[in-house]
């Protein structure tokens, strides 16, 4: 079956250091999306990728989507104590989106 | 406008219970969905919907059935509840297969 992994599963930064959490699929997706959890709470959209190779920007928050569709990446700058939960990707070939396992952050102050 | 709403927040079943856990939306989404969440673990897709009337299986249907009589509601009902069905549950909906989902605030089941 469809399978999305996400590495890593946690990662602990100082405050103001950057950050990547990487998604990898073991077949081509139609797009992929990210989503937010914060501890104790439920998953809110955060951006969805289509094209092959796109690139888009929220703030400090940069998403890819790899050239052969299989892969994507949430990159966070100077990331900021808000930025704490956990990040999902989740991605699609038809009807039914499959959520990778998550990286959990932790923003150390 | 209220998103998503699923009731209860939270709920302790006896092995071999049964209980129905319901998901409202007022967004007028054609798309809803039951997911299980485990810790440290992704969202396991249940059961969703594509419209009134029409349910599929996800990746774990097994020890659950679904109904959708109306756009708005999405009920998951778990008979003979086990241990293992012990989780955190979200509904969502979209407006299209390839939309953003909107989440509901989850419900906490143990079953004991």
């Known amino acids: 079956g469809q399978q999305v992994m996400q590495i890593p599963q946690y990662q602990h930064v100082q405050e103001g250091e950057d950050f990547t959490t990487y998604c990898n699929s073991s077949?081509?997706?139609?797009?992929i999306q990210w989503y937010k959890q914060r501890p104790g709470g439920h998953p809110v959209f955060l951006i969805q990728l289509v094209k092959s190779g796109e690139v888009k920007k929220q703030k400090r928050l940069t998403f890819q989507f790899g050239e052969a569709k299989k892969n994507s990446s949430l990159h966070i700058t100077a990331t900021q104590t808000t930025d704490v939960g956990t990040y999902f990707c989740a991605g699609s070939t038809g009807n039914q989106f499959y959520f990778g396992t998550g990286t959990s952050l932790t923003v150390i102050p | 406008n209220a998103g998503v709403t699923q009731t209860p927040k939270f709920r302790i079943l006896k092995i071999g219970q049964s209980m129905t856990l319901q998901c409202t939306q007022d967004m007028n989404h054609n798309y809803m969905y039951w997911y299980r969440q485990d810790p440290g673990m992704g969202l396991k897709l249940i059961y969703y919907?594509?419209?009134?009337?029409?349910?599929d299986k996800g990746e774990v249907p097994n020890g659950y059935n679904v109904s959708r009589s109306t756009t708005e509601d999405f009920p998951l009902r778990l008979e003979l509840a086990a241990p293992s069905q012990t989780s955190v549950y979200f509904c969502?909906?979209?407006?299209?297969?390839?939309?953003?989902?909107?989440f509901g605030s989850g419900t906490r089941l143990t079953v004991v």
């Open positions: 077949t081509t997706l139609s797009n």
């Open positions: 919907s594509v419209g009134a009337g029409i349910t």
């Open positions: 969502a909906s979209s407006y299209g297969v390839s939309a953003g989902y909107t």
